[in-house]
């Protein structure tokens, strides 16, 4: 869907962004996750509570509790900013 959408000319937004890395995430994707993630702060938008749990989680599942913890910092980080 993300493809098809892309290939119709038509620009995710936060909301698309935030369900690919959720659903990434429910799969056990984590290079989905990841590219996702990127590709939605490449673009300026910012990642919602929801996109970071899912991030988080998907690390975290994948044993890869560095990338976990280096984005809670970053989520924690822009909690404190705003």
Known sequence: MFMI???KGLEPDTITYAS???S?????LV???RRMFYKM?????QPNE??????????????NFALARFVTQEREFR???H
């Open 5 to 7: 959408m892309q290939a």
């Open 20 to 22: 690919m890395t959720i």
């Open 24 to 28: 990434y995430g429910k799969l056990g």
């Open 31 to 33: 290079d989905g996750v």
């Open 41 to 45: 702060k490449q673009k300026g938008f």
């Open 50 to 63: 929801f996109t970071f749990k899912a991030v988080i989680d998907a690390y975290k599942s994948a044993g």
């Open 79 to 81: 909690e404190f900013m």
